[in-house]
């Protein structure tokens, strides 16, 4: 999309630098217009000084490494509106997710790409921020992980060096993702209905699956189906069934050729009864005994 907003959205801590050398990788290939740093209060010393260290560095939304404009934003974790100190308990994690998911819902509406940077900060903020990314990404958004070798982060401690030549030492690893969110629809305003809504949506698409193999089977399919839902391998199909180890073969055979063109499984992957375990196991017990 020509002129679409690209943003840098990354969690801070104590290591200001990460911010900038993550950009500065990204900006080899993308145009970043923006950056968002995530981060609770900064009333600790190091996270102080690091917002400090970047606000010189987008001076008047200015970025003088790469001589370039860029939007530089602050933005803290909040939970009921009061400002989060630290991810201490249960309620600091709902306001972290809520904080997330309220970021990343607007600049999706404003149709921006992400580019979500986790390395910095606490653990347990990238990965409720990752939560959050899940509900909302679509395949245009990335997620990156900066790796920067042993030396480099004793040398650059605490943002003493803000910039590396791009040389290859340090690196962005993008992470593979799938996220479901990018194919169901909320408007919720808070992660946790927006969590219920998905799951819910995809509970929906998995049992249209399931009913829509039921019913292409036969009755005896049905009955093996049911068999190999209940948790049964082979040989116990074949007793339970009164029917022959070839014949339960023969059944599943035409049951898993229906699963892999819904699910549309290529002929690669390799799926058997487990396959059929995990999938209408649920399914039957929502809808009618399972034998």
């Known amino acids: 999309m020509p002129n679409q907003k690209q943003v840098l959205v990354a969690t801070l801590g104590g290591q200001p630098q990460i911010v900038t050398f993550t950009l500065d990788l990204l900006l080899e290939n993308f145009p970043i217009t923006d950056v968002i740093v995530v981060h609770p209060k900064a009333s600790e010393g190091r996270l102080r000084h690091s917002l400090t260290r970047l606000m010189g560095e987008f001076a008047g939304n200015y970025y003088q490494a ?164 209940a948790g049964l391998n082979q040989k116990e199909v074949s007793q339970r069934l009164s029917i022959t180890s070839k014949t339960v073969d023969n059944h599943k055979a035409v049951i898993l050729d229906l699963c892999r063109e819904i699910w549309m499984i290529d002929e690669k992957t390799r799926v058997g009864y487990h396959f059929l375990y995990t999938n209408f196991a649920t399914y039957f017990i929502n809808n009618e005994y399972i034998l």
């Open 66 to 229: 790469k001589d370039r404009i860029i939007h530089f934003q602050s933005y803290m974790l909040v939970r009921d509106d009061k400002p989060i100190d630290d991810i201490q308990d249960e309620d600091h994690v709902d306001g972290t997710l809520d904080t997330f998911f309220r970021l990343i819902s607007d600049l999706k509406l404003q149709q921006a790409r992400i580019h979500l940077s986790v390395t910095g900060g606490r653990r347990l903020m990238g990965l409720l921020a990752l939560s959050a990314a899940s509900l909302k990404f679509d395949p245009d958004d990335r997620i990156w992980h900066l790796y920067t070798p042993d030396d480099t982060q004793v040398q650059a401690d605490g943002g003493v060096i803000m910039h590396m030549p791009l040389d290859g030492s340090i690196k962005l690893i993008p992470t593979p993702s799938i996220f479901p969110g990018a194919y169901s629809y909320s408007s919720a305003d808070s992660f946790y209905v927006a969590e219920r809504e998905q799951r819910s949506q995809l509970d929906a698409q998995q049992a249209d699956r399931c009913r829509h193999v039921v019913s292409q089977l036969t009755a005896r399919q049905s009955d093996v189906l049911r068999a190999f839902a």
